[in-house]
């Protein structure tokens, strides 16, 4: 059974205080890795797919990396705005034209001044 | 941009009614699911399609159904409201992939 596991469930930093998310998996063969950024009340936002061990994508302030048990998500001088939550999610090599994923339950993230 | 819009934010109902939400997307995807998302739970699958009136159960389907009529609508059912189905449900769509899985902004659903 796929299972994905982040920590830590919730972290404050202060602005500019730069960290990283971690996400832990194990699957029957990894198709792609997601990243989504979640605010409350809100559906989760795309932020990035990563499909091999030591790929990276930056957008802004973020950066994922992915080994072949973990993915980071590395927080550069965070700022207020970058509060929210961070859902991990992995895609099984299944056969079959829909993919089904397996989400970590987040990390909880508040930026102070 | 991917636009995927659900019929309410905020939905209360009482026990035993019957629940329509319904999730409309404008991309033309073929794959749509549907997810319900609790505090400590994360996002679990209910049902998810992968072609007009095509179906699959995901990880936790009893107590739903789902119709897909037209390619861009999908819609869950609740047949009978109880009290353990109050949470947030999210609509994704994905194009013919497997590929990214797009959301849209939730419903909050309370059966009182």
């Known amino acids: 059974e796929d299972q994905v596991t982040q920590s830590p469930e919730a972290l404050r930093l202060q602005e500019g205080e730069s960290s990283s998310l971690n996400c832990s998996y194990t699957?029957?063969?990894?198709?792609?890795l997601f990243w989504y950024r979640q605010d409350p009340g809100k559906g989760p936002e795309f932020l990035f797919t990563l499909y091999s061990a030591g790929e990276e994508k930056e957008k802004e302030r973020l950066k994922a990396t992915l080994t072949k048990k973990e993915s980071f998500l590395h927080i550069t001088a965070p700022k207020p705005e970058d509060s929210a939550t961070y859902l991990c999610?992995?895609?099984?090599?299944?056969?079959?034209?829909?993919?089904?994923?397996?989400f970590g339950t987040g990390t909880r993230l508040q930026v102070t001044l | 941009d991917v636009k995927v819009t659900q019929s309410s934010r905020y939905l209360v109902k009482r026990t035993g009614e019957k629940v329509f939400l319904e999730c409309v997307q404008d991309m033309d995807h073929e794959n749509m699911f549907w997810y319900r998302q609790d505090p400590g739970l994360g996002l679990r699958l209910i049902y998810f399609s992968y072609d007009v009136k095509m179906k699959e159960k995901g990880d936790i389907p009893e107590g739903y159904s789902v119709s897909r009529e037209k390619k861009e609508r999908f819609s869950l059912i609740l047949e009978s409201a109880s009290t353990n189905q109050t949470s947030m449900y999210l609509c994704?769509?994905?194009?013919?992939?497997?590929?990214?899985?797009?959301f849209g902004p939730g419903t909050r659903l309370t059966v009182l």
């Open positions: 994704a769509t994905e194009g013919q992939g497997p590929d990214t899985q797009y």
């Open positions: 999610a992995v895609q099984a090599d299944l056969p079959g034209t829909a993919s089904k994923l397996t």
């Open positions: 699957v029957s063969g990894l198709r792609g």
